[in-house]
């Protein structure tokens, strides 16, 4: 089946919902994933998307924080979500498919501004997160099954994922704990990354710009903190992947852009 899927951290859906509406005009994606949607269930913009065509929706929110919904053109089953850290934060959302294929959009927690989780909680509970979603891919799936995962993980793991590798590594988002440990979810699955697939590792690519940033695009001093990986039975039905930069310039824009993968077949 091909199928056109996008994430995008939107740093609330109902406050960019015209950004939303002009995304899915140019870009049309069969599956929007969502984090940050800052929405409780009853107040997500359902009607605005079963206007646009997405009539099959996951909403798992919260209010002003957090967050993450699934829209979809194509029909969705066996929805559910899932919680880590003993908090029900609203951090994931669960559906399958079409052809049985399941798609996870997760939204990790930042982590603060230190990276210490002795004297940081929001970095403890960063790592603590990673560490039981990582055991539990571990546990109750497998590489041979047909999964995406999708979402804001917030770790930048690359080299050439951030706009200095050298000035990052001591900066929440590119440290070695936090990369090592999601290179080991990464690896519970044996998940795929799909976008550095069309992308070098050698070229930087970014999806994140702080709001701190007065000219943004000229600093260019990003990170790739939203991803999309599959699992091996899916690597070879891989067809395209797109960072939408130029989102980022868009009125009233998220600190986030969408990146988008096509699977074929």
């Known amino acids: ?17 015209e950004t939303v509406r002009r995304f899915i005009s140019e870009a049309q994606p069969d599956v929007l994933c969502l984090q940050e949607t800052k929405s409780p269930d ?16 996951l909403v798992h929110g919260m209010k002003g924080y957090n967050g993450v ?11 559910g979500t899932q919680s880590w850290c003993k908090r029900k934060d609203c951090r994931h ?22 990276p210490d989780p002795d004297i940081n909680p929001k970095f403890a509970h960063k790592l603590q997160f990673l560490d ?4 539990w891919f571990g546990a109750e799936r497998h590489a041979q099954k047909p999964m995406i995962v999708v979402g804001d993980l917030n770790v930048a793991p690359l080299e050439t994922d951030v706009w200095s590798h050298k000035q990052l590594l001591k900066v929440v988002s590119h440290t070695p704990i936090e990369v090592a440990k999601l290179g080991r979810l990464q690896d519970s699955a044996g998940f795929v990354d799909a976008v550095r697939r069309f992308v070098p590792r050698e070229q930087r690519l970014y999806s994140w710009w702080s709001y701190r940033a007065h000219d943004w695009s000229l600093s260019d001093r990003g990170r790739r903190l939203d991803h999309i990986w599959v699992t091996p039975p899916l690597q070879a039905s891989l067809a395209a992947a797109e960072v939408h930069r130029a989102v980022r310039g868009w009125e009233r824009a998220s600190d986030h852009v969408p990146v988008v993968v096509r699977l074929d077949g």
């Open 1 to 17: 089946m091909a199928l056109t899927l996008a994430t995008w951290n939107i740093n609330s859906v109902r406050l960019r919902i």
């Open 42 to 57: 009853e107040h997500f913009p359902r009607e605005a998307f079963d206007a646009l065509g997405y009539k099959h929706q």
């Open 69 to 79: 919904a699934i829209v979809s053109r194509v029909e969705i089953n066996e929805s």
């Open 93 to 114: 959302g669960m559906v399958t498919l079409p052809g049985g294929v399941e798609l996870h959009n997760i939204y990790v927690p930042a982590g603060g501004d230190i």
């Open 132 to 135: 039981e979603i990582t055991a």
